[in-house]
């Protein structure tokens, strides 16, 4: 597993557009929210577009590839998802590229899960400046802690769901369901052995939940799992008073593995605050006395 460097006051950031376009107005309003942490934002052309994408796939790959590539970047912050980050993989060349925080979620999985599968790199779930850093939905003290100290910490919003009881620890992994399951029989395919996997999406139906889960379920993606956190869900119904949960749906594909269920992790898509979530790491999860997810090792260096 590489860590990267953690993040001290003055530190240069990338913020990089590899997906979808962003709204000039969010986007400066994330910069200045990037500011007051004390870092230094540094983005290229925002007013790219290329049919529903921020450039041609070329022009977001070169975005991208001269931020990993610069020894003065400590992180790369992605702006915002929505849809393309897919689109760029089959443009990474066969080399090693220094451990940097990357920060995002949504669209940002893909990325995140092939510089975890071919890199083995601590990548960082969680929220995007021309998101919820413009919106502020921030949450700082998660970020703060998981980029720029180095000791183990503890992470406990309030209103998480037990949905089936009990403690595990393994490796934190996961992300956006709709964009792992896309990875399957690609160089990023997930191996989530002996992990605390995470998983949260938005507007998908439960029908669709339901297929993506039986769909890993049947691939045997889940044998090894120690426990599933799953995220807030954010409008992921059928219709309104449709008669059955989502955590119902859950329960009724995962709860025979006996394992720790979880629900409504405000990380990714969320309704309030979005809260940062480092990959790679090992953790423990517990419902005793209340939801609690410690991060037992930092995730920079």
């Avoid at 802690?145 to 000791?151: F, G």
């Avoid at 954010?234 to 025979?256: H, S």
């Amino acid at each position: 597993m590489h860590k990267p460097p953690k993040l001290q006051n003055g530190d240069r950031i990338r913020i990089v557009i590899p997906a979808s376009p962003v709204k000039p107005d969010l986007f400066e309003k994330g910069l200045s929210v990037v500011r007051s942490l004390g870092l230094e934002p540094v983005c290229g052309r925002i007013d790219r577009k290329w049919r529903y994408l921020a450039g041609t796939d070329e022009e977001r790959f070169s975005e991208l590839q001269s931020a990993l590539n610069e020894p003065d970047t400590k992180a790369i912050f992605f702006a915002r998802g929505g849809y393309g980050s897919l689109r760029l993989i089959s443009y990474f060349p066969a080399t090693n590229y220094p451990p940097k925080i990357l920060l995002g979620c949504s669209d940002i999985t893909t990325l995140h899960q092939y510089f975890s599968k071919l890199y083995d790199w601590v990548l960082f779930h969680g929220p995007m400046p021309s998101g919820d850093f413009a919106r502020g939905q921030l949450h700082v003290e998660s970020l703060q802690k998981a980029m720029m100290q180095t000791s183990p910490y503890e992470l406990a919003p309030a209103g998480v769901e037990t949905l089936q009881s009990g403690d595990a620890e393994g490796k934190l992994m996961g992300g956006c369901l709709t964009l792992l399951e896309a990875s399957i029989g690609t160089r990023s395919e997930p191996d989530w052995r002996d992990s605390i996997l995470f998983l949260e999406d938005v507007s998908t139906k439960p029908y669709q939940i339901d297929r993506m889960l039986t769909h890993l379920k049947l691939l045997g993606k889940f044998h090894g799992v120690r426990a599933f956190i799953f995220g807030e869900m954010k409008d992921c119904i059928q219709v309104e008073n449709q008669g059955y949960t989502l955590q119902e749906v859950i329960l009724d594909i995962l709860g025979n593995f006996h394992k720790p269920i979880y629900f409504g992790f405000p990380s990714g898509h969320v309704n309030g605050l979005n809260w940062t979530l480092p990959l790679g790491v090992r953790a423990r999860v517990s419902a005793k006395p209340s939801f609690s997810l410690e991060i037992l090792e930092s995730a920079v260096q």
